[in-house]
């Protein structure tokens, strides 16, 4: 049996809370003011009460408030350039949607771009550049800062940061003519967002295996299969395997990318956070 993570008809919403009691997850919906919520029943071993949870967001990406220099004004001078870079990394892919899907892309959340920063701060600067331009990648997308498409924007972060230490560098195509992920860049994608849940959810998916849940399915169809994963009901814990586990999963993406460019000098050192930091604010 199967549970849904995110709501059927609201995509936003995601799972919040987990009981066998009815009233119990009723009376925890009436704590979460401001968020909307709705409580659905799956009949596992036994009946499971799940409520779903999330705020409002804007109706499309684009409604959010975001200058990237406003946005960066506050940002020590050292981290600034990268931060502001991977501002308009997002911009870039609002509006290549556009273009490309002729569709406005879809806010799931507000812009946290405090998050940027702090992910920054976790990254090992020391390593090959696809060690560190997966470390890059994985702790942007952990962070979590966009509204949407942080995929997409960490990816366009991990080509600048090649780019800088490879001047003749060009990303290899992922996207489909209907723009969806190519199969070779899907499955690590899709691995992706399966740590990614695991990591927020590790004690909730503990419980749901408990009562008799198979496997927990994502928006885009993403299933995980929970027998596959060391799942615990301490959150630190799991916050801090997984976040090992998609670094780990983003060096070894940024190493296949690496290779199918014919880039492979995979002992090269890549560059620290300054230099990074100098290159990209050299840029026009």
């Known amino acids: 049996m199967s549970v849904q993570y995110h709501h059927p008809e609201n995509k936003h919403m995601s799972i919040e809370f987990i009981n066998t009691s009815k009233k119990k997850v009723e009376k925890r919906s009436d704590k979460l003011e401001g968020s909307e919520t709705d409580v659905l029943s799956y009949s596992l071993d036994e009946e499971v009460y799940v409520l779903y949870a999330g705020s409002e ?71 090959t550049v696809a060690e560190v331009g997966g470390r890059l990648m994985s702790n942007l997308i952990l962070r979590h800062p966009f509204p949407n498409a942080n995929h997409r924007t960490s990816l366009t972060m991990l080509e600048r940061y090649v780019t800088a230490n490879r001047d003749a560098f060009d990303m290899p195509k992922m996207h489909t003519a209907d723009y969806e992920w ?11 967002k399966r740590i ?14 408990r009562l008799g849940c198979e496997s927990i399915v994502r928006k885009g169809g993403i299933e995980i299969e929970l027998d596959q994963w060391d799942l615990t009901r301490d959150l630190n814990e799991a916050h801090e395997q997984y976040a090992v586990k998609h670094e780990r999963l983003c060096e070894e993406f940024a190493e296949r990318i690496l290779h199918r460019q014919s880039i492979v000098e995979s002992t090269e050192d890549g560059l620290g956070k300054r230099a990074f930091a100098e290159y990209l604010e050299e840029l026009d």
């Open 57 to 127: 967001p804007p109706e499309s990406a684009e409604k959010v408030e975001m200058d990237p220099n406003t946005l960066t004004a506050k940002v020590e001078d050292s981290t600034r350039p990268i931060v502001l870079r991977s501002l308009q990394a997002f911009v870039s892919v609002l509006e290549n949607k556009q273009i490309q899907e002729d569709e406005r892309l879809r806010a799931y959340k507000q812009l946290e771009p405090d998050a940027i920063p702090q992910a920054l701060d976790r990254v090992d600067w020391n390593g």
């Open 182 to 192: 190519k199969e070779w860049a899907d499955e690590y994608i899709r691995d992706s």
């Open 196 to 209: 990614l849940t695991v990591r927020r959810n590790a004690p909730r998916f503990f419980h749901l295996a």
